[in-house]
C-alpha cells in the first residue's frame, strides 16, 4: 500500500484563510445585528444575519470605528470588512471596518446628487453670502417649539444679549413633509406680514442632533431654496458638529450647533460693557488732555494780549501784512513767468504744426517715397534683364538649332512623327530629314 502524503490541519486552516481573503476579500454585507457582546477592551463581537444564514463578525477598537453607533441588537445595517478565517476555532468570520444603516448609502447619493446641482447652480456661491448685522435688535429662529434646540439659543440669546426681541417661527422639523413646513417658515420669517410681529433682522433655522434620517428634511431642495431667497442673512444650525446638511451649504453662515448660533448672532453683554467702560476711560483721558491743552493756550493768550502794548500788536500786524505782500509778489511773478514759458512753448509748437510746415515735411516724405520706389524699379528691371539674357542663351545652347549645327538631324516620317527606329518604317515611306540650314526629303528603298 503506498503511503498518503498528507498536509497538516494548521496548512489546510491557512489555505482555507487565504483562499477566502484573496477570493472574497473585502466586501459590503446587508443583515441583522444579533448577539452583540461589547468587551472590555474594545473589541465588540455579534453575529449578522438574515432568514437563511448567518456569519460571526468582529469589530475591533469599535468605538473608533465608523458608524459604530448603528450596531446594536435587531438593527438592520450594512458592513464594510473582510471575509477571514479564524484558525484556532475553525470558524468563518467578517472583521468589521465601518457600518452604515440600511438605506444611509441611498441618501447619501441624494444628498451628493442635490449638493452638485445647487452647486452647479451658484447658490453655494461666497458671492452670494451676506454679512451678519453687529447689532441686531430683532432674531428669528426657525425650529421646533417643542425642541430642546429653542429653549438652548434662548438661554443664550437672553445670557448675552437681554434687550434683544427672539421671534420663533414654528415648525416640525423632523418627520415626513416637515422641509416644507421648514421652507413656509423661512419665508414668513423674511417677509413678516403682520403688524404684531417685528421684522427679524437675522434668521436661525436648526435644530438638535440626530440621525442621517432625522436631520435629512434639511438636506431637502425645498428647504435649500427657501434659504437661498430669504431677503434677511441665515444661519444654518442643524445637528452636531460633525453633521452636515443642503442648509449648511447654502446658508450665509454654518454653526456646529444651536448654541453656537445663538452666540454668533449677537455679541455678550458682558463683552460689550467691558468694551464701553475701556472707551469710556480713552474718551475721559482725551476729553481731559484737550481741556489741559486748551487751558494752557487760554493762560498764554491772557498773558499776550496783557503784556503787550498797542505799538507792538500794531508792528506785529504790519510785519504780518509786509510778509503777505512779499509771499503774493512772488507768487504774482512766479505766475507770470510759468505764464510767459507757456507761451513760448505754445509759439514753438505753432510754429513746428504750421500747415505750411506740415505741407513741407509731407513732400520731402512723398520725394523720399518717389525716389526710393524709382531706385527700387530699377534695381528690379535690371535683374530681371539680366536673368532673361541668361535664359536667352541657356536656351540657344540647349535647343534643338543649337543640336543641328553641330552635325545632327532628326528624320520625320510619313505621319510626322520622329523616326526613332528602323522598324518605324517601311519600304516607299517618304521621308523627312530636318538638319541645320534646311529639310531633306528621301524615300525608303525596296
Known amino acids: 500500500m503506498s503511503e498518503v502524503k498528507a498536509i497538516s490541519v494548521t496548512q489546510l486552516a491557512r489555505r482555507i484563510r487565504n483562499l477566502l481573503e484573496i477570493e472574497i476579500g473585502e466586501v459590503w454585507v446587508e443583515g441583522e ?3 452583540l457582546r461589547k468587551q472590555g477592551s474594545g473589541h465588540w463581537y455579534f453575529s449578522l444575519k438574515d432568514q437563511s444564514a448567518q456569519i460571526s463578525c468582529a469589530m475591533f477598537g469599535a468605538r473608533r470605528r465608523v458608524g459604530s453607533e448603528v450596531i446594536e441588537d435587531g438593527a438592520k445595517v450594512q458592513l464594510f470588512g473582510e471575509a477571514s478565517f479564524y484558525e484556532a476555532r ?72 437681554p434687550w434683544l426681541t427672539v421671534v420663533l417661527f414654528h415648525a416640525a422639523v423632523q418627520g415626513k413633509g416637515a422641509e416644507r413646513g421648514i421652507a413656509r417658515a423661512i419665508r414668513q420669517a423674511g417677509q413678516v406680514c403682520s403688524d404684531d410681529i417685528p421684522q427679524p433682522e437675522v434668521l436661525i433655522v436648526g435644530r438638535g442632533g440626530g440621525s442621517l434620517e432625522d436631520l435629512w428634511n434639511f438636506n431637502e431642495e425645498v428647504v435649500a431654496r427657501a434659504i437661498a431667497n430669504c431677503p434677511i442673512p441665515v444661519i444654518s444650525a442643524v445637528g452636531h458638529e460633525i453633521d452636515f446638511t443642503i442648509a449648511d451649504f447654502v446658508a450665509d453662515l454654518r454653526a456646529p450647533t444651536p448654541s453656537a448660533a445663538a452666540e454668533l448672532v449677537v455679541p455678550d453683554q458682558a463683552e460689550l460693557r467691558a468694551r464701553l467702560t475701556n472707551l469710556q476711560a480713552r474718551l475721559k483721558r482725551v476729553v481731559e488732555g484737550r481741556l489741559d491743552r486748551l487751558s494752557d493756550q487760554l493762560d498764554f493768550c491772557e498773558r499776550s494780549i496783557f503784556s503787550q502794548s498797542p505799538d507792538r500788536k500794531l508792528q506785529h500786524q504790519v510785519f504780518r501784512v509786509e510778509g503777505l505782500r512779499r509771499e503774493f509778489g512772488s507768487a504774482v511773478e512766479n505766475s507770470l513767468r510759468e505764464r510767459e514759458r507757456l507761451i513760448e512753448n ?18 520731402e516724405t512723398i520725394t523720399q517715397l518717389r525716389n526710393g520706389f524709382l531706385l527700387a524699379s530699377t534695381h528690379a528691371l535690371e535683374v530681371r534683364e539680366h536673368r532673361l539674357e541668361n535664359l536667352s542663351s541657356l536656351l540657344q545652347a540647349l535647343g534643338p538649332g543649337s543640336i543641328l549645327k553641330r552635325g545632327f538631324s532628326v528624320t520625320y516620317g510619313a505621319n510626322g512623327e520622329i523616326v526613332k527606329s528602323v522598324e518605324d518604317v517601311a519600304p516607299g515611306d517618304e521621308l523627312r530629314t530636318q538638319v541645320a540650314d534646311g529639310t531633306i526629303k528621301s524615300v525608303v528603298p525596296d
Open 33 to 35: 445585528i444579533s448577539n
Open 90 to 161: 475553525g470558524s468563518t468570520q467578517l472583521i468589521v471596518k465601518k457600518a452604515q444603516a440600511v438605506g444611509v448609502g441611498d441618501l447619501q447619493a441624494r444628498f451628493e446628487a442635490l449638493k452638485k446641482k445647487l452647486d452647479r447652480e451658484g447658490l453655494f456661491s461666497r458671492e452670494l453670502k451676506r454679512p451678519l448685522p453687529g447689532f441686531p435688535k430683532v432674531v428669528g429662529i426657525v425650529t421646533s417649539a417643542t425642541g430642546a434646540a429653542l429653549q438652548d439659543m434662548k438661554n443664550v440669546l437672553t445670557r448675552r444679549a
Open 346 to 363: 505754445y509759439q514753438a509748437n505753432w510754429d513746428r504744426y504750421h500747415p505750411r510746415e506740415i505741407l513741407k515735411r509731407r513732400d
